[in-house]
């Protein structure tokens, strides 16, 4: 049986949350899966984001590691695994640009069925983690996606995250995520993985015409 396929698109600007993909890249290849690891890019322009310290160096530095996520890994993929830093309570903006860029494929119907998972970091404490994975579920309900959450099958579940999904919280910037919150998200990536590929062994076979 061939690998499962899983796309973990992202979009960090501080670190925290591709490391938070950086597990779930781990643990989804620890059940053998196949891993496109993408992240989203900005679409600001550059001279607002040298405004922010270190941004541009940043982004720079990130997009050398991490090609943009296309249609074509969607489409590649049997799961899909969003990540995103919060932003007022929601989506980031770069990575609901790469979301809203899928709608041919959701016309085409090519995205149902295939397994869908989230995982996102606040800068602050109650800073809306929670809140911004489940705005991530409504998308992924209408691009057909099968929505897999963590719930509590895992021990890792009691001591960090979310039963929607890994997250941190970096206070401001100054903390990265330990070992308990990158154990759920290493977590994620294997149950994402082990979905993936019972839904694979599910589809029908096409009959011979």
Request: net charge neutral.
């Amino acid at each position: 049986m061939s690998k499962p396929k899983v796309l973990i698109a992202f979009y960090s600007r501080n670190s925290s949350t591709e490391l938070l993909a950086k597990a779930v890249a781990q643990g989804a290849m620890a059940e053998g899966a196949e891993v496109r690891l993408r992240r989203a890019r900005e679409f600001v322009a550059p001279e607002v984001m040298r405004q922010v310290p270190e941004w541009s160096e940043r982004a720079s530095e990130m997009n050398a590691k991490y090609e943009a996520p296309t249609e074509a890994d969607a489409d590649w993929a049997d799961a899909i695994v969003f990540g995103t830093p919060t932003r007022f309570g929601s989506i980031a903006a770069e990575l609901k640009a790469y979301i809203d860029s899928l709608g041919g494929l959701w016309f085409q119907g090519k995205l149902n069925g295939k397994a869908g998972s989230v995982f996102g970091s606040t800068s602050s404490r109650h800073g809306g983690n929670e809140a911004t994975l489940l705005s991530l579920y409504g998308p992924m309900a209408h691009l057909g996606l099968i929505i897999v959450p963590l719930g509590y099958a895992d021990p890792a579940m009691f001591a960090a995250g979310t039963p929607y999904g890994a997250t941190h919280v970096s206070n401001r910037d100054s903390v990265m995520p330990g070992a308990e919150d990158l154990a759920v998200a290493t977590y994620q990536g294997r149950r994402v993985a082990t979905v993936a590929r019972s839904l694979r062994v599910a589809q029908p076979v096409p009959e011979a015409a």
